[in-house]
């Protein structure tokens, strides 16, 4: 059985505390950890400034132990998440959404301080920023998420509610 986890962790750059004082979530990033039969490893599948990286796991543990990121949850993924990984293997080295991230944060500072809901902010075809792609693998398996419109904090809740804490 390949295992597969949906990790979150927070960071301590200035992107990062933006992230967590607009979404109100302590975590500000989220990634895709699974064991590859081709690389006979665990691997990570991350999005972040350099686009869509699929990299190996222990080259990640640095930056996870380091000051600027801490890994602090991982949640078990659906039965069939890395069938679907492998399936949507094209996405990696697609660049980096900034504008579908400043957009859902727009969206939200909007919402919260006027009430006024934003359909469909800024996005750009073809980039993906990292709850985006988690939603979309979500969203594969019947979940009822916005990829476009989801944050970490969108995502560590539908885990808390949804998947079993590892």
């Known amino acids: 059985m390949r ?4 990790c979150f962790y927070h960071g301590t750059d200035l992107k990062s505390k933006l992230i ?3 979404t109100k979530c302590k975590y500000s990033h989220v990634f895709i950890r699974f064991w590859s039969d081709e690389w006979n490893s665990n691997q990570v599948i991350d999005i972040d400034e350099r686009g869509v990286v699929q990299i190996p796991w222990h080259n990640t543990e640095y930056l996870l132990s380091s000051k600027k990121r801490q890994c602090v949850e991982m949640y078990e993924a659906p039965k069939g998440f890395v069938d679907e ?3 949507q293997q094209d996405i990696i080295g697609d660049s980096y959404d900034w ?3 400043f ?5 939200l500072i909007i919402l919260r301080t006027f009430g006024i809901k934003i359909n469909k902010p800024w996005q750009s075809k073809g980039r993906l920023f990292c ?3 988690v939603a979309t693998l979500l969203q594969s398996f019947g979940y009822k998420l916005e990829p476009w419109l989801s944050a970490p904090s969108d995502i560590f809740n539908f ?3 949804n998947l079993k804490r590892y």
């Open 3 to 6: 295992n597969c986890y949906i």
């Open 85 to 87: 990984i492998i399936k």
């Open 131 to 133: 709850s985006e792609y």
């Open 20 to 22: 967590q004082k607009i």
């Open 159 to 161: 885990a808390e509610k």
């Open 99 to 101: 504008k579908g991230l």
């Open 103 to 107: 957009g859902g944060l727009f969206k």
